[in-house]
């Protein structure tokens, strides 16, 4: 690479909560730069999660369900010898938070409830408790990094 890495940004916390994550994660829902919005809609989610959870709070709940929905090892392509071969590879940490982020908010806007608060507060639920179709997503993964273990010596 020929020019200097880009700085890493420091996100700021939230206001209600006073976490970077949170932010990031609102940052990843967010369309069209309507910011205000998507605080909106987490915060109505967790407050869903909150009532329908009472043993719990609705960011711990939100906690343990990124913490289930983050995948260990994934696999990526690399060209060997002209042939190509799916390489099981352990994932960075940031990239751990950003891949479960962007499965939990994708998944949550595939389901069918009716707002979007509902839809994410539903999905939350069901990745605290290592069900729904993040937590799949995650299992799918890790599942193919196993089937693909023989490749791992390709490894750069």
Avoid at 16 to 40: A, E, H, I
Avoid at 48 to 59: F, L
């Amino acid at each position: 690479m020929r020019k200097t890495r880009a700085k890493k940004r420091i996100t700021e916390p939230d206001p209600k909560f006073n976490d970077p994550l949170v932010t990031r994660f609102v940052n990843g829902m967010m369309y069209d730069g309507k910011k205000s919005l998507s605080l909106k809609i987490f915060y109505d989610a967790i407050d869903i999660v909150d009532r329908k959870i009472e043993d719990q709070e609705g960011i711990e709940v939100w906690r343990l369900a990124m913490n289930n929905v983050m995948p260990a090892v994934e696999v990526k392509a690399r060209r060997v010898g002209g042939a190509t071969f799916q390489i099981p590879m352990e994932v960075p940490q940031k990239r751990k938070i950003a891949v479960g982020m962007k499965w939990m908010i994708n998944f949550a806007r595939k389901r069918n409830e009716k707002s979007m608060a509902e839809r994410l507060a539903s999905e939350i639920i069901a990745a605290s408790k290592n069900e729904g179709a993040s937590v799949k997503k995650k299992e799918d993964t890790h599942k193919m990094a196993e089937a693909n273990k023989a490749f791992a010596h390709f490894r750069a």
